[in-house]
């Protein structure tokens, strides 16, 4: 695709710098990307970006998980230890609008390319990073993975079974929630910079991405003094609104309010519930929450799933399946969504990815080309930099560049 052809989408004349690797950066950079900014993804050389590496499941070699989170991205593969890719990073920020990184705090600043370093080449820059802890407190300078970050949260304490072990949630909820946080302040400065030219620091990391999932517990803590414990699939503030068992799987009801369960009552049969002093009220069902959980899977195990769904559907009451991962892609709904997407990329060929989540009336999201292969745009980069063909094939010798093969 021709990069001077205009991307549709509310971004499109935004130019990012993403030099972040696995997961929480990409995912910034990815979401930006979707939204029609032109994202450079820098990889460090030798190897590229980590998630390169993983080693299952591969699409005809290439990493399934690289590739889900690399679309929409121009690629080139630089050096940073290398004088000469220094020089080529700093002829880029230029014309750059951000600089996405989840290095360690200190890691660029030891290579000579802190953000004060950045904004003199450019005092417009918008740089952002993502790191373990943030870059102030006394653990700025620890490194960090999603896992530490659930731990140290506390996410890890209220995931889970009552009496259960310590769980992480199912996804790197801290990763991607860090990478969406990222998106939203870089956006946020975007607009800032659009109005006075003025670059800053956007700076996010995991621990507050996984803390900010935490603003019901956290609200009893504050409330109360008490930290709260796991409570399986159940809320901590209403029930019932959880995972129950019909008669061939699991599905979920959500009886928020004391008029969806009177709802409950009247689909289940069991209107006398309502007066049952043990559920007459939100709070006298989360006291006895036990027994009426026991009491609503002895009914929703006479019929199926889908029977008790078409009962709920009709009477009002929010209700869903617990679909396993492919039961939800493949729905029609998701499909509807554009959730679903399709690519071709050069060695894996025919690929599926998440589509965006976002939706716009007026300058709808676009996802054009799949992931890049390792330095399959340096060339074309550095071209739009001013680099002649020469210098670049000097760069490449040197090995401050790398480039794909034909590329």
Not at 87 to 101: G, H, M, P, Y
Not at 184 to 192: D, E, S
Not at 284 to 300: A, F, G, K, Q
Not at 312 to 334: C, N, Y
């Amino acid at each position: 695709m021709d990069q001077q052809k205009k991307r549709s989408g509310p971004l499109s004349g935004m130019r990012v710098l993403e030099l972040a690797q696995i997961m929480a950066g990409p995912t910034a950079g990815m979401m930006l990307a979707d939204m029609g900014a032109d994202v450079i993804k820098v990889e460090k050389l030798p190897g590229g970006d980590d998630a390169r590496g993983y080693a299952e499941p591969r699409v005809n070699g290439v990493s399934a998980p690289f590739l889900m989170l690399n679309r929409n991205k121009r690629g080139i593969a630089l050096n940073l230890k290398h004088p000469q890719g220094r020089e080529v990073l700093l002829r880029l920020v230029k014309d750059a609008d951000v600089l996405i990184e989840n290095y360690r705090r200190g890691t660029l600043e030891k290579l000579g390319l802190g953000y004060d370093v950045l904004a003199q080449a450019n005092p417009g820059l918008i740089y952002c990073a993502i790191s373990g802890y943030g870059r102030t407190g006394p653990y700025a300078d620890r490194g960090g993975f999603d896992l530490i970050a659930q731990g140290f949260a506390g996410l890890m304490s209220i995931t889970g079974e009552p009496g259960g072990p310590p769980l992480k949630t199912g996804n790197p909820v801290a990763d991607i929630n860090a990478g969406i946080l990222a998106a939203a302040g870089i956006c946020a400065a975007y607009a800032h910079k659009l109005r006075t030219g003025q670059g800053q620091i956007v700076d996010t990391s995991l621990l507050e991405a996984a803390l900010q999932q935490t603003y019901w517990h956290a609200a009893i803590y504050f409330a109360t003094g008490e930290s709260p414990g796991p409570s399986g699939s159940a809320h901590v503030l209403t029930a019932p609104y959880q995972a129950f068992r019909a008669k061939d799987g699991w599905l979920n009801i959500g009886g928020a309010n004391q008029a969806n369960w009177e709802r409950i009552t009247e689909v289940l049969g069991h209107r006398e519930w309502r007066d049952d002093p043990r559920f007459r009220t939100n709070s006298d069902r989360l006291r006895n929450r036990e027994v009426l959980v026991t009491l609503m899977n002895e009914v929703l195990a006479t019929r199926t799933r889908a029977e008790w769904i078409a009962a709920f559907d009709a009477a009002g009451v929010p209700a869903g399946p617990v679909h396993s991962i492919g039961e939800a892609l493949e729905h029609a709904q998701t499909q509807a969504r554009g959730m679903v997407v399709a690519l071709h990329h050069p060695q894996a060929g025919r690929t599926q990815a998440l589509g965006c989540p976002l939706h716009f009336s007026a300058t709808p999201t676009a996802i054009e080309r799949p992931a890049p292969l390792l330095g399959e745009h340096t060339r074309e980069v550095l071209r739009e930099a001013g680099y002649s063909d020469a210098q670049i094939a000097a760069l490449a010798d040197c090995g401050a560049i790398a480039l794909a093969a034909g590329a």
